[in-house]
């Protein structure tokens, strides 16, 4: 049954958000790249575009992509590999339902005039399906190396998201440490609704209550049951105290799929080995808990990823469909 905390209504946004965010319900995506690869090696991205076409028409409800701008070596994980703008691009021309999402986009290391420019434009192409996840980053090489001192980084995050958001206003007046905009110039294209769904990535160096007020929703880890149940609530109510519509709220999730349906669970990393039963346990009592969307992660699954999908979309995805 569905949590009291989810009974109000979401904001109405782009397609990709109201598909993907529901209350009360939840929803189930994908991590790119669409592959098992080991710590420190790259994916392949063979047949990538071939099978985020394969996860729209088996009915996940979005894919998202990841925001690397440097493999570094100690982290274990370049992603998808390609730039997530770019990416969002083909996938636009593509694909025609799945939400577009990037999990998510370091915003103190890029402009946001560059951000906000990119993400309109992929929301335009795509008809209205790009979600963004926003951080502030967790990589403190990446820093260095563009020059960007990475104590300051919250600041940054909080400038961007409010410089980004004044771009997407019709020849705006606005000025913070990212920039001035006098009036008289306009970014085009604007986003489909008017604004990109951003959700706040963890903290980001902000407090809770910023990032309740501010984001769009909140992109989370997993935890334990009794843990996540009072960090999702926490949330809310301070979505609550801003004094508007509730907010989703969604996690990662790294998972093994065994051939074995009734396959007890294994640790492992942000996830666990299991069968589709236990599988389905977990999902029905996160959506219990007021998680509205969950972002498979299958880098670590040992079954072929294709014959996965089916059997998640044959076995799961029906139980979290309207």
Not at 97 to 126: E, F, N, T, Y
Not at 187 to 203: D, F, Q
Request: proline share 7%.
């Amino acid at each position: 049954m569905p949590s009291a905390l989810d009974i109000s209504s979401f904001p109405q946004m782009n397609r990709g958000y109201n598909a993907t965010f529901k209350p009360g319900r939840m929803t189930i995506g994908l991590i790119a790249p669409l592959e098992a690869y080991y710590f420190d090696e790259l994916p392949t991205m063979e047949r990538h575009i071939e099978r985020i076409k394969l996860a729209e028409a088996l009915g996940f409800s979005a894919v998202w992509l990841r925001d690397i701008p440097f493999n570094v070596s100690s982290f274990g994980d370049a992603g998808q590999m390609f730039d997530p703008f770019v990416y969002l691009g083909a996938l636009a021309m593509c694909t025609d339902r799945i939400a577009l999402g990037i999990a998510s986009v370091v915003l103190p290391l890029r402009h946001p005039a560059h951000v906000a420019k990119a993400a309109a434009s992929a929301d335009v192409l795509s008809g209205g399906r790009v979600l963004l996840g926003v951080a502030s980053g967790d990589r403190p090489e990446e820093y260095p190396a563009l020059n960007m001192d990475y104590p300051e980084r919250g600041a940054r995050f909080r400038d961007s998201i409010e410089y980004m958001r004044a771009t997407f206003g019709h020849e705006p007046q606005f000025e913070n440490a990212q920039g001035k905009l006098n009036g008289h110039l306009d970014m085009v294209p604007k986003p489909i609704c008017g604004r990109i769904p951003m959700l706040i990535t963890g903290g980001s160096q902000q407090t809770p209550e910023w990032g309740a007020e501010h984001g769009d929703g909140w992109m989370t880890y997993p935890r334990n049951a009794d843990v996540q149940a009072r960090k999702i609530a926490e949330y809310r109510q301070r979505v609550t105290d801003t004094g508007g519509l509730d907010k989703p709220v969604m996690q990662s999730l790294y998972v093994d799929v065994m051939e074995n349906p009734n396959a007890p669970p294994r640790p492992i990393a942000l996830g666990f080995q299991a069968g589709t039963t236990f599988l389905l346990e977990y999902l029905r009592e996160m959506q219990s808990l007021g998680v509205n969307h969950v972002a498979l992660n299958l880098r670590n699954n040992n079954r072929d990823i294709d014959e996965t999908l089916k059997r998640i979309a044959d076995e799961l995805l029906p139980e979290f469909s309207e």
